[in-house]
């Protein structure tokens, strides 16, 4: 078994995740295959390593002892996989694809760091997340990172990050907003296929806020240009004019003052972060490098 890591890679994630649906979500494999994997483990040692429980998952004492060999080999891998790259020795552009708050918020921060993780020049595509995965099955890119998941055959999607949109202007607003107070304020919306404007709609629709009852000011695709809009606007208006926006675009201005985050009154608009690459690139050392490293980030 120690020869087929991907069964204890699995092991490993339902133990971080404590739950075979969440370790489903991030290995980009059906919950099925996980039971099945875990399973295959029990049999080959003959005892169990893992029991389901209401709130989570809990080691056995077996369990515990296997999760520690695991750690090991786990640790020992990744230490060998730059010298395994170096092997390889292949000179070529690792692009990446990549959605609007993603590509222009998250990954510029990480860039030279995953340039060097796998010793060659990374470029960036951004795009809205369906041409993306568009993009990933023609092969124009190497990898996607999406803030949906526009399910394509051939292409794997594993969880990633979580996200949270909120709604921001220049001016102070109250933190939280109750239902009435979003009739007060002048809008900026995002493109009609935006993942984000399509996400927002359903959750407005679901607390009662009627989106037709909005003043809207206008209708931009950028979420950059969202951004400079509201905070090139007058700081002193009677209606503050407001927008929903990955907390991500906007938090160094929120942490320097120039930008105000709210949230609707008990509740939070959250989302998951995704990568996708092509099945047949499963086995892809470069692939696999750039994943791990990905998931091991903190946004």
């Known amino acids: 078994m120690l020869k087929d890591f991907a069964k204890l890679l699995t092991f490993l994630t339902v133990v971080k995740e404590k739950s075979f649906s969440k370790a489903s979500a991030k290995l980009g494999i059906s919950q099925p295959a996980v039971t099945q994997q875990i399973k295959f483990i029990e049999d080959y040692l003959d005892t169990r390593v ?10 056995t004492k077996e369990g515990e002892d296997l999760y520690r060999i695991a750690v090991k080999l786990e640790k020992a891998i990744l230490a060998s996989e730059k010298d395994l790259l170096k092997i390889i020795n292949k000179e070529f552009t690792f692009v990446v694809g990549a959605s609007y708050a993603i590509g222009n918020y998250v990954l510029p921060t990480y860039l030279a760091a995953l340039k060097e993780k796998i010793n060659n020049e990374v470029h960036i595509h951004v795009a809205f997340s369906q041409d993306i995965i568009t993009q990933l099955a023609d092969k124009k890119i190497d990898i996607a990172l999406i803030e949906s998941p526009f399910i394509q055959e051939g292409i794997i999607y594993r969880e990633w990050e979580e996200d949270e949109l909120v709604i921001f202007s220049n001016q102070p607003i109250p933190k939280q907003l ?24 359903e959750v407005f629709e679901e607390i009662g806020v009627e989106c037709s009852g909005f003043n809207v000011i206008g209708v931009i695709a950028s979420s950059t240009a969202i951004k400079e809009t509201i905070m090139r606007s007058p700081k002193n208006a009677e209606r503050p004019i407001v927008s929903v926006m990955s907390r991500h675009v ?5 942490e320097e003052g120039r930008l105000f985050e709210a949230r609707i009154k008990n509740f939070k608009i959250k989302r998951k972060f995704y990568i996708a690459y ?19 980030l903190k946004l």
Not at 50 to 59: A, S, Y
Not at 250 to 254: A, D, R, Y
């Open 50 to 59: 893992v029991e389901r429980k209401k709130n989570g998952i809990k080691l």
């Open 178 to 201: 109750r239902k009435e107070d979003m009739y007060k304020f002048d809008w900026i919306c995002r493109d009609e296929e935006s993942h984000t404007r399509k996400l927002t709609a």
């Open 250 to 254: 906007i938090q160094g201005e929120v």
């Open 278 to 296: 092509t099945k047949e690139r499963k086995h892809d050392a470069f692939i696999d490098n750039v994943v791990t490293y990905l998931l091991g």
